[in-house]
């Protein structure tokens, strides 16, 4: 048996399916891709405001760039080493985190992004994200839906 996240409780009647783990990879790749484009956008705010103000182009600075790599830094870093706790399938239910699972009844469309997949419930969608191949994870999530209703 699997080592379980401390989150998750096995009902008597209910069977593990698989472990999803969240891939950490995809997440450096991700945040490192919204950096550059916040970097992207301040400088580029920088420069619009100096042609507004009719000054000489000063750009972003040395010291403004140092100050936010002291604040961002830190954050990126926490986000980045911080553990993620795998998702949970059995044969009646996804567990997502310790507030929310889906019945597996409940579950409509899965949609497949590049990095994510989302679940169309009864209620609001869910998202698993930073997958490295979310079709695979639709097809088993598929597949242990489809082996439920035939039981």
Known sequence: MLPLPPHVTIRPDEHLVALI???????????ALLTTLWLILGVMLTILLDQALDRAWS???????????????????????APRRPYVLTDMRLIVDAQTEIALARMGRLRAWPTSLV???DGDPVSLTHLINPPAVARLIHDTLATTRRA
């Not at 783990?21 to 945040?31: A, G, K, N, S």
């Not at 790599?69 to 926490?78: K, R, Y």
């Open 21 to 31: 783990h969240p891939d950490f990879r995809v997440q450096t790749l991700w945040d």
């Open 59 to 81: 750009g972003l600075g040395p010291w403004l760039l140092l100050t936010i790599a002291f604040f961002v830094g830190p954050m990126l870093a926490q986000r980045i080493l």
């Open 119 to 121: 679940l169309q419930t």
